[in-house]
Nanobody, 118 residues
Framework: QVQLVESGGGLVQPGGSLRLSCAGS????????MGWYRQAPGKQRELVAS???????NYVDSVKGRFTISRDNAKNTVYLQMNSLKPEDTAVYYC????????????WGQGTQVTVSA
């Protein structure tokens, strides 16, 4: 069974940075179209960044230029470097193989909370 474990979240001031990690077991990330999703309070979980098997990256407009997704296939891990964080980035962040901008392929992990506040 696939298990996803996200980590690296925390409380950060506006303008700060965080690096999220997602480790997987029971699945091979390198052959999958992987993504980071986030769910803000009262909102749907949605895809914010994705990376395909060839390393091509895509981002929603609200995070372009600030977030960078990457992968380490040897470690079966996906990362999300988040810079210039804004209060509206506050959410629980999840990783998964991408089906579409709302759906992931595997059971969701517990996520990691990111709070941006002064």
């Amino acid at each position: 069974q696939v298990q996803l474990v996200e980590s690296g979240g925390g409380l950060v001031q506006p303008g700060g940075s965080l690096r999220l990690s997602c480790a997987g077991s029971g699945a091979i990330f390198s052959i999958n179209f992987m993504g980071w999703y986030r769910q803000a309070p009262g909102k749907q979980r949605e895809l914010v960044a994705s990376i395909d098997g060839g390393g091509f990256q895509n981002y929603v407009d609200s995070v372009k230029g600030r977030f960078t997704i990457s992968r380490d296939n040897a470690k079966n891990t996906v990362y999300l470097q988040m810079n210039s964080l804004k209060p509206e980035d506050t959410a629980v962040y999840y990783c998964n193989a991408v089906i579409n901008r709302l759906q992931g392929y595997w059971p969701w992990g517990q996520g990691t909370q990111v709070t941006v506040s002064a």
